[in-house]
């Protein structure tokens, strides 16, 4: 599996932004998942939904209610919509897959797959 997130930019403070990751090969079976590494700081969890229908989403307590994962399996593709976004949000955003769902390895980062990151700057 082969990942590529697409969507960052530089935005203003209160802007939205939807970032994309595009999978290879049979991402239905894979839960994905967002994560966030800042300058000077450690990668942290931001989001996270189930494969195939994502009936399940996790987020972290920090964007939820303004941040919004989704997926449509038939583009192998996940989304996270950002609203409201703020200078803290600024971070290299990263989209990851793995099979299951274990909200301790999702916090912790315990992914099988990674892509490369997209960079969200937001300015106050």
């Known amino acids: 599996v082969q990942l590529q997130a697409s969507g960052g930019g530089s935005v203003q403070a209160g802007d939205s932004l939807n970032l994309s990751c595009v999978g290879s090969?049979?991402?239905?079976?894979?839960?994905m998942s967002w994560y966030r590494q800042a300058p000077g700081k450690e990668r942290e969890f931001v989001a996270a939904?189930?494969?195939?229908?994502?009936?399940?989403?996790l987020y972290s307590d920090t964007v939820k209610g303004r941040f919004t994962v989704s997926r449509d399996s038939a583009k192998n593709t996940a989304y996270l919509q950002m609203n409201n976004l703020q200078p803290e949000d600024t971070a290299v955003y990263y989209c990851?897959?793995?099979?299951?769902?274990?909200?301790?390895?999702?916090?912790?980062?315990?992914?099988?797959?990674w892509g490369k990151g997209t960079q969200v700057t937001v300015s106050s």
């Open positions: 939904i189930s494969w195939w229908t994502g009936s399940l989403t």
């Open positions: 090969g049979r991402t239905t079976d894979y839960t």
């Open positions: 990851a897959a793995a099979l299951g769902w274990s909200q301790s390895e999702l916090r912790r980062g315990g992914m099988d797959y």
